[in-house]
């Protein structure tokens, strides 16, 4: 069964393209490199033992994405491409509404239009805003602190319009908390341009000696080492979540929404030292003032996913500290 994945060269795409090859689907990417880069493809092929297909191209230009399913005979579809930085959307509104909203309505029409109506969804955590209170179930108010989420959250509403309005369709709905870690062959990893925004890569980058230290952003917050605490969940027990929801999505036609996190938050100088254990580096750290749109704490309550789709994460924070040094450590240059 073919699956397109749209933004399939990108950190989860491509970890989502060794899951759903391993689960014996056959993954078709389309990507357009903008956020990615076409080393990848060499690297999955490695993993994976046969090339995985991949058409260049914009999830925007529809008449492009309808060909590609057509040439590929796509059964399903999983949306990975958009614009994801919190800071460039404050910045550049236009540009995430366009891309992250214009796409997702351009592939929705090019699926209309070959008779596809699978369709598991990319989203995010930030739609919880700044949660009144921990672990976060999926009946928690949404809203959105940032054009960004703001963007997933408009989204998650129309395809829920949509599989309301028209029973064909099954939409899977997944809301990631904070994906680190990499593939254990360190072949494939997360591959930020320029300065990286979020803590996992900017700590590699530091314990490999690429960056002088680590800013802090904030000890004053009420958690308990006063460091932000995320729901940090390994890249490939995410992965394995996006094949468990295309499973049930064709198993039972009931569309969902639903956490991909592990239900445990980490601080962040526990992750700073987990790192340094892992990878027998110093990560040396200032303490920062607070980063704008920061929230104290944020973590999943993971039952949904496990009753829904019999998934729930397995991999340690250990094993995402390592599995993310041997990718950094082994690629210090990313792909390029
Ligand atoms: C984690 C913690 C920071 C960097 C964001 C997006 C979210 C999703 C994941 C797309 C926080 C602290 C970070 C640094 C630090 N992205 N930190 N120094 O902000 O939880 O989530 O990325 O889907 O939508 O909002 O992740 O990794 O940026 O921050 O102290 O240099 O690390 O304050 O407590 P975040 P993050």
Not at 315 to 330: P, Y
Request: glycine fraction near 10%; proline fraction near 6%.
């Amino acid at each position: 069964m073919n699956i397109l994945l749209t933004g399939g060269a990108g950190y989860i795409g491509s970890h989502t393209c060794v899951a759903l090859a391993h689960a014996g689907y056959t993954p078709v990417i389309l990507d357009n490199f903008s956020n990615s880069h076409p080393g990848v493809l060499e690297r999955l092929h490695r993993i994976i033992g046969k090339p995985v297909a991949c058409e260049e191209g914009d999830v925007l230009d529809t008449k492009l994405v309808e060909a590609v399913m057509r040439k590929h005979q796509i059964a399903g579809v999983v949306h990975f491409a958009g614009d994801k930085a919190v800071g460039e959307s404050v910045a550049k509104p236009l540009k995430y509404f366009r891309n992250n909203i214009g796409g997702a309505m351009s592939l929705v029409e090019a699926m209309q239009a070959t008779g596809c109506h699978t369709l598991v969804f990319s989203s995010s955590a930030t739609v919880y805003g700044d949660p009144a209170s921990v672990p976060i179930r999926e009946d928690f108010p949404r809203g959105h602190t940032n054009p960004y989420g703001h963007t997933k959250l408009v989204i998650e509403d129309m395809l829920t319009a949509i599989a309301a309005a028209e029973p064909a369709w099954r939409v899977a709905i997944l809301r990631y908390f904070n994906p680190v870690g990499a593939h254990e062959s360190g072949l494939i990893g997360e591959d930020p341009s320029g300065v990286p925004n979020n803590l996992m890569p900017f700590v590699s980058q530091v314990a490999l000696g690429k960056r002088a230290h680590l800013q802090v952003f904030g000890d004053d917050y009420p958690t308990p080492d006063g460091t932000g605490v995320r729901d940090y969940i390994h890249v490939i027990d995410l992965a394995e979540g996006h094949v468990a929801a295309l499973k049930a999505l064709m198993e039972t036609g009931k569309s969902l929404a639903v956490n991909l996190g592990t239900g445990r938050g980490h601080s962040v100088l526990e992750l700073v030292r987990a790192f340094e254990a892992a990878s027998g580096r110093p990560v040396p750290y200032q303490i920062a003032p607070r980063r704008a749109g920061d929230v104290a704490q944020c973590y999943a309550d993971p039952a949904l996913a496990q009753s829904l789709l019999g998934w729930r994460a397995s991999r340690t924070l250990e094993q995402m500290c390592a599995d993310s040094w041997r990718w950094q450590s082994g690629n210090p240059d990313g792909y390029r």
